[in-house]
């Protein structure tokens, strides 16, 4: 069994910065990946940022590249996004999501409002 717990959301203005973590905990000694999506009431769930356990290659979508930086604590099991330069279309719920022999484990969400 694998758990993800998100912290790190909140409001902020437009412009500012803000910090997500999610630690994995449990089953996670096969960690394939973890990253972050993010989701708008109406839309479906989009891809935000990647990051792979192995060789440490990271992956952004293209809104979000230069602005936003994905990072991990390998002892910890946490990735991290350093979101900075936030915009008011970045306001959705993050999910954190793993990707562990196979298997795709997804935290609870959590809101990040931006506001202009």
């Known amino acids: 069994q694998v758990q993800l717990v998100e912290s790190g959301g909140g409001l902020v203005q437009a412009g500012g910065s803000l910090r997500l973590s999610c630690a994995a905990s449990g089953r996670t000694f096969d960690t394939d990946r973890m990253g972050w999506f993010r989701q708008v009431p109406g839309k479906e769930r989009e891809f935000v940022a990647q990051f792979y356990w192995s060789g440490g290659t990271t992956y952004y979508a293209d809104s979000v590249k230069g602005r936003f930086t994905i990072s991990r604590d390998f002892a910890r099991n946490t990735v991290f996004l350093q979101m900075n330069s936030l915009k008011p279309e970045d306001t959705a719920v993050y999910y954190c999501?793993?990707?562990?022999?196979?298997?795709?484990?997804w935290g609870q969400g959590i809101q990040v409002t931006v506001s202009s």
């Open positions: 999501a793993a990707t562990i022999i196979g298997r795709d484990y």
